[in-house]
Each structure stands twice: as C-alpha cells, then as structure tokens.
C-alpha cells in the first residue's frame, strides 16, 4: 500500500488519470469502429514530429529558464531553414541537410539574442519569453511579405511576391526522414523508424550533454544558482548555452515536423506550437525547474496520444467533437497546474 | 551623479513609450489619408469602448501582482451575461443593467478562483493568470457549445447552431448602444455618447476614492512588500484576492460597455485579445507593471487605438500591401507589452544587484578601518 502511495506520488495524479484515460480510449476503439493500427499509426507518427519540439524544453527547464514559451523564436529559424533550402532548389537528403545548417545557424543566432535578453530579466522569463515569441511572430510576418523569395512554388502564386501560408515540401524533401528504414507493418500500420531513430539520436545527444563538464554547470545552475555561482560557474554563461541549446533543438524540431506533415507552414503557425509544447512535457512528469529525457517521451507519447485519439473514439461514440476542448482543457490546466506547484 | 541618472531612467521609462508612441502616430497620420473629424471619431468610440477595461487593470498593479491577463475570466463572464440577456429579448439599457447582474456572481466566482490560484504562484502571477484565461476559455467554450440549448433551456431558437444545442459563434445584440445613446451629443460631427463616458467617469471616482480606503492602502502596502504587510497585520493572501475578485467583475462590465458600443458578440474568441489590448493600451499611456494611474490608462487607450486605426491605411499606402499594415499593428501591441515588462524586469534585477552592491560596501567598509 505504501508503495502504491509513493509511486502514485512519484508519478502523479495528472499523468496517472491521462495515462488511464488513454488507455481507455485504446481499449474501447475497437468497439466504435475504429482501427486499432490506424490510431497507433497516428500517434507513433505525430510522436516523431513532435518530440524533438518537446525535447527542446529540457536545456532551458535544467538552467532555471522555466518553461520555454518563446518556442516561436526557434521554430521561425526552422522555417527560415526550410525556406532557404527551398530557394536553393534542393532535393532529397541534399536539402534538408541544408535545411538543417540554416535552421540550426540561424536558431544559434537567435538563441544567443534571445538568451542575452532573458538574462537581463531573471525571474519573469515565461511571461517575457511568451509575449517575445508572439512578437517575434508578428515581426517575421511582415519579413515574410517582403523578403525577396523567388522559389514559385513557394511564393504567393498571384502575385509573384510574399511567401505563401503553407508551401508543399512534396517535390523537395517529403518523408526524407520519416521513409528512413520504415516497417511496413500492415496497410494502416508504418512505422517511421527514421523519425523515432533520428528522435533517439538527438535524445542522445541531449542526454550525453547533460553528462559533459558544461551540461552539469547547466544542471547546477538551474537546481542551485548560490551554490553555482560560488563553484565559480558562470551563471549568465550556462544560461546563454541552455537557451541557444534550446532554441536550436526548436528548429531541428520544426523541420523534422514539416517534412514528415509535408507542408512548410508560415506565418501565425508557430504560435499554435508553444503552449501544447510546454504542456507536453510537463504532462510527461517536469516540473518548472526538472526535466529529463524520459518525461518528453512520456509526455509527448501521452499528449498527441489524447490528441488523436479523442477525435476519433469520442467522436464516433457520443457524435460530438468535444476533442478541441478537451485539448484546451487538459494542455491549459496542465501549465496551470505546474505553475501553481510550489518550486522544488 | 548617480541619483541623477536614476532620475532621468525613471522619466525616460515613464514617458518613453507614449512619445514614441506619438511620433509614430504623427508621422502615420498624414500618411493614412485620414480626415482629422473622422480620426476624433473613431478615438472618441475607442475610448468609449476600451477604456473601461483598460482601467478594470489597474487594481492588481498596486497589489503588486502585475498586469491581470486573468481579465480574460471577467471579459468571459460578461459575455455569458449577455447571450443570457439576448436570449430573454431584453432591449437597451435595463438589459445591460440586467446582464451586468446575471454576469456579476459568475466574475466573483471566476475571480475568487483566481485569486486562489495566483496565491499559489506568487513571483509569477502574470504568466500564471495568462495560462488561467486559456484555461477558463475551454471550459467558457464547452459551456456554451454543449451546455447552452441541451441543458440550460433557450427560449430563441435562432441564436442557436443549427443541430440544436449551443450558441452560433456571431450574435446581434439587442442591447447595442444601450448606453451610447442614453446623452448623446454631437458636435462638429463628432458624436459624443455622454451617459458612457459618465459610467466611465463613475469607475474613474471609485478607483481614486478606493485607494484611500482601508484596503486600497492594505492593498498598496501588499504591493509594495508582502512580507512586511504580514508582519504589520495584513492578511495578504486575502488582499490579493479581493484585488482579482475586484479587477474580474470591472473587466466584465468593461466587457459589457465594450460589447454594447460594437453590437454584435464574437461569442467563442471575442475575450481573447481584451487582455493584450487592455495591456498594451495601459503600457502605452506610460505605465509600467508596477505602477499605472487613471491617467495613463486615458492617455493610453486614446494613443493606442489612434495607432491601432491609422497604422493598416498607412502601411497599405506605403507599401501597397494591407497585410503589413496589419502585422505591423500586431507586431507593436505584443511589441510594446513585450518592451514594458522587459523594462520594468531589468530595472528591478538592477536595482538587486545595485542593493547587493552597497551592502558589501558597507559590509567592507568596517573591516577596512
């Protein structure tokens, strides 16, 4: 009893319920009519394009950042890769390699900026980090329009000018990642090894890290800045590391999320990223100052598991489309919830 | 020296923003085309519209709790009020008055939970009260979408979704203008809707009259140091609370004056914007997020909405693109709540390290003699 206890506190009420309500869903699709294969295919495919986006929460939670609600901020690197590698003409692995030096360049850029600014505000960084992602947006919007892109397929076909709002990747690097090894299981069932593996790989390099001489002055700072700053870390440093890590974790993100969705999706799509990404790893058991690698594989398994499974099990057992609000309700009262916890 | 630049910081964060905020305005002005009747117009509607809720802000600012993005909750509630009003077919005045009353015990409620929850993430209330409001508009949605018609009865079948139950997503109000119209005066083509702008005035009176009150200095003194004001008797978790439960219930009458002015209720993202529009018009009047006055607020809805109307029309005439325009106004409301926090964070982490510095001055100093 008093294991069950602990683990219950160990893991949490929150991931417990979702975790069983999941379950739940699984268990009862097949007596709606839904495919069983079809569902795992959904989320085993959305878990590859979101993870690495979850991913890049962990440097900034392990520095002491906080959440990172200025996810905007890296994903645009990410589209700005994916754009550049566009303009090239670039096919195949050819260009989201380049799509991915751009992004990642960029995303080092903006990270360093984007870190020398949450410096100068320690203490308020989710609130600045939220409303500098939604500028951020807004501003590149307006870059969008004029920069001098020429790709036809990716600028506005009328006018020959401004980027269009979602530009197909088909002929360029569709599923270069995803197609990568893929089991064929059935009819509905592929899985997208390349996207698990290369999730893994950069899980990896996250993990491996975080065991650097680096990673543990990051993880000090993040659980004890008196103590880090009286070991002689350079707190403002490690800090700058964390969100340039973070940042550019966000790009890779993105564009391993286009090329599987297929479509480079511009202007306001990056603001539809930012809470459903915070909440998936705090879902997956972080909190506002700990995460590991094993909560975003949790979280990000937990949460697109709601999300495609809700749609299609409630929706074809009550024949209501509850599943947008549920989404709002569990990733919101999620955050919530995390902010209200009492710090370490 | 020191204290002097302290001194011309604080004027130039004090007045920085509205002056920026003015040149662009000016050099926008000439640029849009616009007539200046047509411009005192459309500032005199916005104020009317806006500064309700922007001045519904300033509550939580003295106790130290920063902008309330949790105005979202009251902005909800009012609106529930008044779908409820259109629903009994209650026209003008009386059924604003009506919708305010039906709408009132929801933002207590709304509120009282807010308080509640930001007592439990004191340092960061902000992002906690904007994560409250997505939160609430969930259940805000789910109330209206599947509540509305299956459950709570609807006596007009035309307000609501064609399959039966929930409420359509744009609905024409019948108490449009209700206030506007009670005193209108025009003068010079400029319509002025007199009996608003005394409402406006009547919230102006009871902030000034508030604060003098033993919880506004209660209030003050929790803004300015929770620990003190626990020490001096205050019950401060109370404090905050009264102070959110206050803020909700304004911004849901602000809500209400802002809906009677358009006439027709966005009803699943009409609440959405109002804190950031709220916030920015605030920061723009030269608030900061620990300090803002009536003043400000007035100052700042006029000037923020006078941008907000010139910029589209500038920017399409100079680049011969609407959309610009439109990113660009975007782009300086989160621009501009993005700049005042950061401001307002940067000098409080100075002023830290500033405190940290002459404590080991004179630390240091008796051990040098």
């Given at each position: 009893m008093v294991a069950i206890k602990g683990f219950i506190k160990d893991f949490g009420w929150p991931r417990i319920i979702i975790g069983l309500f999941l379950l739940a869903l699984f268990v009862a699709a097949p007596f709606f009519g839904v495919r069983v294969d079809t569902s795992l295919n959904d989320v085993l495919v959305r878990f590859g394009m979101n993870a690495i986006m979850v991913l890049s929460m962990v440097p900034m939670i392990q520095s002491g950042c906080g959440l990172n609600f200025g996810i905007p901020v890296g994903l645009i690197a990410g589209m700005i890769g994916a754009v550049v590698s566009l303009e090239f003409n670039l096919v195949g692995l050819a260009g989201i390699v380049v799509a991915f030096i751009v992004g990642i360049a960029l995303a080092a850029i903006f990270g360093f900026l984007y870190g020398l600014l949450l410096n100068r505000v320690k203490g308020d960084e989710m609130i600045i980090a939220t409303y500098v992602g939604f500028s951020f947006v807004f501003f590149m919007n307006m870059m969008w329009l004029i920069l001098?892109?020429?790709?036809p397929s990716s600028v506005q076909g009328f006018k020959g000018e401004g980027l269009r709002v979602t530009i197909s990747v088909e002929d360029y690097w569709y599923h270069v990642i995803s197609d990568f090894l893929k089991i064929d299981v059935s009819k509905y069932l592929i899985i997208p090894t390349g996207m698990i593996l290369f999730f893994a790989f950069m899980a990896f390099l996250v993990w491996g890290f975080f065991k650097t001489k680096t990673g543990t002055a990051i993880t000090a700072v993040g659980s004890n800045p008196d103590y880090a700053r009286a070991s002689g870390i350079s707190i403002d440093k490690m800090r700058i590391v964390s969100v340039m890590l973070s940042t550019m974790l966000a790009a890779i993100g993105m564009i391993v999320y286009q090329q599987s969705f297929g479509f480079v999706q511009m202007?306001?799509?990056?603001?539809?990223?930012s809470f459903p990404t915070v909440a998936a790893v705090l879902l997956g058991g972080a909190s506002v100052n700990k995460a590991s690698i094993l909560n975003v594989i949790i979280g990000t398994f937990l949460f697109q598991g709601i999300l495609t499974m809700t749609p299609s099990v409630i929706n074809s057992a009550i024949?209501?489309?509850v599943s947008e609000i549920i989404r709002i309700i569990v990733s919101n009262g999620m955050i919530v919830y995390a902010l209200t916890r009492k710090a370490r | 020296m020191n204290y002097d630049k302290n001194k011309l910081g604080k004027m130039m964060t004090g007045s920085v923003v509205p002056l920026m905020f003015l040149i662009i305005s000016v050099i926008a002005i000439p640029l849009s085309q616009f007539t200046g009747v047509y411009l005192m117009d459309q500032i005199v509607t916005r104020l009317v519209r806006n500064s309700f809720l922007v001045l519904s802000l300033l509550l939580p600012i003295m106790a130290g709790m920063g902008i309330n993005f949790g105005m979202v909750l009251g902005a909800m509630a009012g609106q529930i009020g008044l779908v409820f009003i259109t629903d009994w077919g209650i026209k003008g005045a009386p059924g604003l008055l009506l919708a305010a009353v039906v709408a009132t015990p929801i933002a207590i409620i709304l509120g009282y939970f807010a308080g509640i929850v930001l007592n439990r993430a004191k340092g960061r209330e902000m992002i906690t009260s904007m994560m409250l409001s997505l939160f609430i508009a969930g259940i805000y949605q789910f109330f209206l979408l599947y509540l509305c018609g299956s459950i709570i009865p609807f006596k007009?079948?035309?307000?609501?979704l064609s399959r039966g139950y929930g409420v359509r997503n744009a609905l024409d109000l019948g108490v449009a203008k209700g206030f506007d119209n009670l005193l209108k005066i025009n003068i010079g083509g400029v319509g002025i809707p007199v009996g608003t702008f005394l409402i406006i005035a009547l919230i102006c009176f009871f902030t000034i009259w508030f604060r003098n009150t033993k919880l506004g200095h209660d209030m003050r003194a929790v803004g300015l140091g929770m620990g003190v004001s626990d020490s001096a008797g205050i019950a401060v978790e109370k404090t905050r609370i009264q102070s959110i439960v206050i803020s909700t219930v304004l911004a849901c009458y602000g809500q209400i004056i802002y809906l009677q002015n358009i006439g027709t209720l966005n009803t699943y993202n009409g609440a959405d914007q109002a804190a950031l529009f709220a916030a920015a018009a605030l920061l723009v009047g030269g608030a900061t997020v620990a300090r803002a006055t009536i003043p400000n607020a007035i100052i700042g809805t006029a000037l923020f909405h006078l941008m907000f109307i010139v910029m589209p029309m500038a920017g399409k005439y100079i680049t011969g693109q609407a959309m610009i325009g439109e990113y660009f106004r975007m782009f300086i409301s989160y621009g501009v709540v993005t700049l005042a926090l950061i401001l307002h964070s940067w000098k409080r982490q100075k002023d830290k390290d500033m405190d940290r510095l002459s404590f080991r001055i004179d630390a240091a100093k008796p051990a040098s003699k």
């Open positions: 001098p892109f020429k790709n202007y306001n799509s990056p603001l539809a990223f024949n209501i489309d | 007009s079948a035309g307000m609501l």
